[in-house]
């Protein structure tokens, strides 16, 4: 199962990536990876949480259809009933065969004591409790009579035992002196245990010594709020089905409890405990009333009602907003208690694959929120420089800074820098002597060290400067164009990171005014509230971070519109649709500013009206840029080959 889901990991990283691409938010991604399901490396669908939701919803509506409004007191006041027709077909039985004897007096002794014997059982009343206490001290003259009251008098005292403490029903079943006052001192000390801790006294010590002892009776618990949470649920689903019945079969009960029990000590132990564990335990709901009990006895009857307040629990949880980012909360043990072992092992695998992003490092979790790390947005850079190498479908590409060769000829701006393995055939001699003469002093003959190296610097040959100016106006968004142009950012990001990385690199959003963008943010990109298309702010602001840098810049723009804002004299953003005359001209005055910089626009118009194509189209006649007129669909591919041709053009 572990490879499973390190196989899973980049493929799910992958979708989430995608997912973070087009909305910007990073728990909805992985909400949504979680609740929808993937299908993991082996092929196989594992089910999300919106599918185990409908999982739970139907196994709680087959629990509550299958809920009378039945007492579970009928099943056993039919049973007495049974025994009693044993008794009385026993004694005919004993009267006829006296009488059959032909021996008079027998047959007057049997007809007596079967008189004696039914008058005796029509007084026993018409409640259930009474009439139970009364067979309780009957003398049973049908021996199959008596056998079935001893069974119906053991089921009784397991079902009762087991509707407060389901694993200590069969040790319960038999009215064992020993088994019955040990479960007494259990329920004293573990409510002595939980007094003595409300009163912030220290209680470990003596709480794994409990654990320790009573052990059988809470299966599984490694500490003492196990212990306790065990036996409030099954406390509270027993109060739930008692006062499902009436106040009479309720009166009944607490008759039947205190007859089996036979101990005033045990049942005051027992009310101490169901009152500590309400303390213990206000989440959950101990004023329920169960809807129905139905046809079997009490403990089935508690069964039923525990199941359905797990189900109810599991349920709510599930339908909750952010339930991805609590699924290590989710008690797999309930899961497959009542959905089974499939259920349980899709949420395991879903446990796991939120977990398996956290441990290699791609996911964090900060007040309810996920993040990704740098190395899942590397991850998804990488993903999304692979799609849209696919997709120019240009194996030419994978050149770039390969060839060592420069073009040296015409003017060039030399600087020196640290030698590097590779670089000898553009040594810069002078301060390589430099340096060894400053490190040997003077005189012959003079030893170069590998330190002492220096090599030129092109930097107009070498280097590259390049600012991506997106548009984040809301129609960005409205025509579905901001995810994939924030696919193409990531992966141009991460490819000028992984080729060209002396290469300066930034990214400006704008809107009403233009800002710089984190590049370790642009995963989780939006659009910008304000209104306008603020080409102007952006183009200054690209021109004044590339100011201190040599060789080719460049800034690409990507736009699916023309500017309708524009900084006024004050330096505040002005909107106007349609567009005025001073935001075309402020723009295209900026434009003449980057040109005389030696800034090249490269515009990437995003199916753009007619009407505006003048517009962009004069950007690339004052400027020298070019323009490219492009669906989103192809944004990324005309991107990259632009700027890998541009490069490859360049060191050749």
Request: proline share 3%; aromatic share 6%.
């Amino acid at each position: 199962a572990d490879d499973d889901v390190a196989d899973d990991l980049e493929e799910i990283l992958g979708q989430i990536g995608e997912d973070v691409l087009e909305h910007g938010d990073v728990t909805r991604a992985l909400e949504d990876l979680m609740r929808s399901g993937f299908v993991g490396e082996d092929g196989e669908h594992v089910e999300g949480l919106d599918a185990l939701l409908e999982r739970v919803r139907a196994r709680r509506r087959e629990l509550e259809d299958r809920a009378d409004s039945s007492s579970p007191l009928d099943r056993y006041a039919q049973w007495l009933e049974h025994v009693e027709r044993l008794e009385a077909e026993g004694l005919e039985r004993s009267v006829r065969d006296a009488h059959d004897s032909g021996d008079t007096d027998r047959a007057d002794s049997a007809r007596r004591h079967a008189e004696s014997q039914n008058l005796e059982r029509a007084l026993w009343g018409s409640r259930f409790a009474e009439r139970f206490e009364s067979a309780s001290h009957y003398e049973f003259s049908s021996p199959e009579a008596a056998e079935e009251f001893s069974h119906l008098e053991e089921e009784l005292r397991r079902d009762l035992a087991a509707s407060y403490f389901d694993a200590a029903k069969e040790a319960l079943s038999h009215p064992d002196p020993v088994e019955m006052a040990r479960l007494r001192d259990m329920m004293n000390e573990l409510s002595e245990l939980l007094e003595r801790r409300r009163r912030g006294e220290d209680v470990s010590e003596e709480s794994e010594k409990f654990l320790r002892r009573y052990q059988e009776y809470f299966p599984g618990a490694s500490t003492l709020d196990d212990a306790v949470r065990q036996l409030a649920e099954r406390g509270a689903a027993a109060e739930a089905m008692f006062r499902s019945l009436s106040a009479d079969e309720q009166g009944q009960l607490r008759q039947l409890m205190g007859q089996l029990t036979n101990d005033a000590d045990f049942d005051w132990a027992l009310h101490r405990l169901m009152s500590n564990l309400r303390h213990e335990t206000p989440d959950l709901d101990w004023s329920q009333v169960s809807r129905g009990t139905g046809s079997g006895g009490f403990s089935e009857a508690v069964d039923t009602t525990q199941s359905l307040s797990q189900l109810r629990e599991i349920e709510s949880f599930l339908a909750r907003s952010g339930a991805a980012l609590a699924l290590p909360e989710v008690d797999v043990d309930q899961i497959r208690a009542h959905l089974g072992d499939d259920a349980a092992r899709h949420v395991e695998r879903l446990r796991q694959t939120l977990s398996g992003l956290r441990d290699r490092g791609y996911l964090t979790t900060s007040r309810g929120e996920f993040t990704l790390t740098p190395r899942a947005l590397s991850a998804i850079g990488r993903r999304a420089l692979r799609d849209l190498f696919a997709d120019a479908a240009r194996a030419a590409l994978a050149g770039g800074h390969t060839s060592r060769e420069r073009d040296v000829r015409g003017e060039r701006e030399e600087t020196s820098r640290t030698f590097e393995s590779g670089d000898l055939a553009h040594l810069h001699v002078a301060d390589t002597l430099r340096n060894a003469l400053r490190r040997e002093g003077p005189g012959v003959p003079l030893k170069v060290a590998p330190d002492d190296f220096v090599v030129h610097d092109y930097e107009g040959e070498r280097r590259s400067a390049t600012v991506f100016a997106i548009d984040l106006s809301r129609s960005m968004a409205l025509r579905g164009n901001l995810g994939p142009a924030k696919k193409m950012l990531v992966a141009m990001v991460e490819l000028i990171r992984q080729r060209y990385p002396r290469d300066f690199l930034a990214v400006v959003g704008f809107s009403a005014l233009a800002f710089e963008l984190r590049l370790d943010a642009l995963s989780t990109l939006t659009i910008d509230d304000s209104y306008g298309t603020n080409l102007q702010h952006a183009l200054a602001l690209g021109r004044h971070l590339m100011r201190d840098q040599r060789g080719v810049r460049q800034i690409v723009v990507v736009t699916d519109g023309e500017p309708t804002a524009h900084l006024d004299a004050d330096g505040e953003p002005f909107f106007s649709w349609p567009p005025v005359h001073e935001t075309l001209e402020r723009t295209m005055a900026e434009v003449l500013r980057c040109t005389k910089a030696g800034i090249v626009i490269n515009t990437f118009a995003l199916d753009i009206e007619r009407s505006q194509f003048p517009f962009v189209e004069q950007i690339a006649r004052v400027n020298g840029g070019r323009t490219f007129y492009t669906s989103i669909d192809d944004l990324g591919a005309y991107v990259l080959d632009d700027f890998v041709t541009r490069r490859q053009r360049r060191a050749s």
